[in-house]
């Protein structure tokens, strides 16, 4: 199996080193959303936790999806090559139905009993910033290696698109997780084509139907697709979290590790309410 990636390695991951440095000096200076817990703390807590998932994302399901599609361009296999496009119109197609397996996949993150005790993982985050976009439990990032890579071979995606797609990937969801302000207006036509901070803030509410909602990794057509879509709550409203997980006591990094392993509790406050909200009138319309 092939490990080295010389594009990726000198050109992507410069790339998205740059994009994390920016995010996390502009989120500084233009935040979206008051903290609730010391950034010292959740950085070390945070990074403790990437320090072990991002090398399996590395050293095991680039290489791994990358595997898949060199696989499926031996065999002539995979959805793209039976399409007979020509080859831009394939990159192009290529690239969205990757990033829609993506979405598929955060879906069934929330929906599997089992890879949502993972995923928890991620959520029961008090703050959302920068920091977060790498808060994944190494076994999230090792359950998903079979259907990401089996995703990439029933598509047919051609190795080099692959890993562009990876590079875009990871700076959608550093800027997506970000706690950076965007101008309203500048935020409001933007999520029309793609995830943004605000959005995502909805996606990580205590709110249970608005955790479920927001899935998309880059686009946000695919939210809007299958009526998941809820931008209707003003960042103000967000409480970041987990109802039952709200003790910052429990945010160690070994609990972070253990947390899996545990019994799920239910989606209720400690003294037992179910945080709600009243709909809006338009969930497809971005409030402040």
Same mark, same amino acid.
């Given at each position: 199996?092939?490990?080295?990636?010389?594009?990726?390695?000198?050109?992507?991951?410069?790339?998205?080193?740059?994009?994390?440095?920016?995010?996390?000096?502009?989120?500084?200076?233009?935040?979206?959303?008051?903290?609730?817990?010391?950034?010292?703390?959740?950085?070390?807590?945070?990074?403790?936790?990437?320090?072990?998932?991002?090398?399996?994302?590395?050293?095991?399901?680039?290489?791994?999806?990358?595997?898949?599609?060199?696989?499926?361009?031996?065999?002539?296999?995979?959805?793209?090559?039976?399409?007979?496009?020509?080859?831009?119109?394939?990159?192009?197609?290529?690239?969205?139905?990757?990033?829609?397996?993506?979405?598929?996949?955060?879906?069934?993150?929330?929906?599997?009993?089992?890879?949502?005790?993972?995923?928890?993982?991620?959520?029961?985050?008090?703050?959302?910033?920068?920091?977060?976009?790498?808060?994944?439990?190494? +076994?999230?990032?090792?359950?998903?290696?079979?259907?990401?890579?089996?995703?990439?071979?029933?598509?047919?995606?051609?190795?080099?698109?692959?890993?562009?797609?990876?590079?875009?990937?990871?700076? *959608?969801?550093?800027?997506?997780?970000?706690?950076?302000?965007?101008?309203?207006?500048?935020?409001?036509?933007? *999520?029309?084509?793609?995830?943004?901070?605000?959005?995502? +803030?909805?996606?990580?509410?205590?709110?249970?139907?608005?955790?479920?909602?927001?899935?998309?990794?880059?686009?946000?057509?695919?939210?809007?697709?299958?009526?998941?879509?809820?931008?209707?709550?003003?960042?103000?409203?967000?409480?970041?979290?987990?109802?039952?997980?709200?003790?910052?006591?429990?945010?160690?990094?070994?609990?972070?590790?253990?947390?899996?392993?545990?019994?799920?509790?239910?989606?209720?406050?400690?003294?037992?309410?179910?945080?709600?909200?009243?709909?809006?009138?338009?969930?497809?319309?971005?409030?402040?």
């Amino acid at each position: 199996m092939k490990m080295m990636f010389p594009k990726f390695d000198k050109v992507g991951m410069p790339l998205l080193g740059l994009v994390a440095t920016t995010l996390f000096v502009l989120e500084a200076k233009r935040q979206l959303r008051k903290r609730s817990r010391p950034k010292k703390e959740r950085l070390l807590e945070n990074g403790s936790v990437a320090a072990v998932a991002l090398p399996a994302l590395r050293l095991l399901l680039l290489p791994t999806m990358y595997a898949a599609a060199k696989w499926s361009e031996k065999h002539q296999v995979g959805l793209l090559r039976r399409m007979g496009l020509p080859r831009w119109t394939k990159h192009v197609v290529g690239f969205l139905l990757l990033d829609y397996s993506n979405y598929l996949w955060h879906v069934l993150l929330h929906r599997s009993t089992l890879l949502w005790r993972f995923h928890n993982v991620h959520h029961i985050d008090l703050d959302l910033d920068l920091s977060t976009a790498w808060r994944f439990h190494v +076994g999230e990032n090792l359950a998903s290696v079979p259907y990401r890579s089996a995703a990439v071979a029933l598509i047919g995606v051609p190795a080099p698109l692959l890993l562009a797609y990876e590079v875009l990937f990871e700076g *959608c969801t550093a800027f997506h997780h970000s706690n950076l302000r965007l101008p309203y207006k500048l935020e409001r036509r933007l *999520c029309q084509l793609m995830v943004t901070p605000r959005m995502h +803030g909805i996606h990580h509410s205590i709110v249970e139907k608005e955790t479920n909602s927001n899935f998309s990794v880059i686009f946000s057509w695919w939210d809007r697709l299958h009526r998941t879509i809820r931008l209707n709550v003003p960042q103000e409203a967000v409480t970041i979290g987990v109802p039952s997980y709200r003790d910052p006591a429990e945010q160690t990094i070994k609990h972070l590790f253990l947390l899996p392993f545990e019994q799920l509790r239910p989606w209720q406050l400690p003294d037992g309410t179910v945080p709600e909200r009243e709909e809006g009138p338009n969930k497809a319309l971005l409030l402040p």
